[in-house]
């Protein structure tokens, strides 16, 4: 089920963000390194704040 969720949310950001399923995999892979407008968008789609994305997360 949560790879369900993993799939919709990313064709939920290709349609309404115009961003490919291929770059959104591109991005998660480290492959490609987005513009922040692409990433403000993405941030926006997954309502969360932009930075979010790109700070490293706190280790435990």
Known sequence: MKYLT???????????????TDYLSE???????????KLDAIANA???ETYK???KPKSS
């Open 6 to 20: 993993y799939i919709k949310r990313n064709l939920v950001l290709a349609y309404e963000k115009d961003i490919s």
């Open 46 to 48: 997954l309502e969360i």
């Open 53 to 55: 994305l790109v700070m």
């Open 27 to 37: 991005i998660e892979c480290g492959k490609k390194i987005p513009r922040w407008d």
